[in-house]
């Protein structure tokens, strides 16, 4: 059974940093592909940064050179490191993971959720 925690959410002010975590487990190995995705209220969701079964990096424009994704496979760990955070990246932040996805940052590719953690970014 696949599981997802995410953790490392919090309130923070515009131009600081947070790093969330998902804890992974449930896959027989560490050959599955990874995403972050957000939702802010009244919108819908987003795909944030994605990595694929070979490591490559995909990001949304409004997070490049800003947020970074990466993945611990001795860990079973997915992170995202979010740095000069803006008001406008305020939302639920969500994990998915799956074996394989044809779009990194598409939200229906993905079979396993995180329960998700709140990001707010205060200006």
């Known amino acids: 059974q696949v599981q997802l925690v995410e953790s490392g959410g919090g309130s923070v002010q515009a131009g600081g940093s947070l790093r969330l975590s998902c804890a992974v487990s449930g896959f027989s190995d560490s050959r599955y592909c990874v995403a972050w995705f957000r939702q802010a209220p009244g919108k819908g969701r987003e795909g944030v940064a994605g990595i694929d079964r070979t490591g490559t990096t995909t990001y949304a424009d409004s997070v490049k050179g800003r947020f970074t994704i990466s993945k611990d496979n001795a860990k079973n760990t997915l992170y995202l490191q979010m740095n000069s955070l803006k008001p406008e990246d305020t939302a639920m932040y969500y994990c998915?993971?799956?074996?394989?996805?044809?779009?990194?940052?598409?939200?229906?590719?993905?079979?396993?959720w995180g329960q998700g953690t709140q990001v707010t970014v205060s200006s």
């Open positions: 998915a993971a799956d074996v394989w996805v044809e779009s990194q940052l598409g939200q229906n590719e993905y079979m396993y």
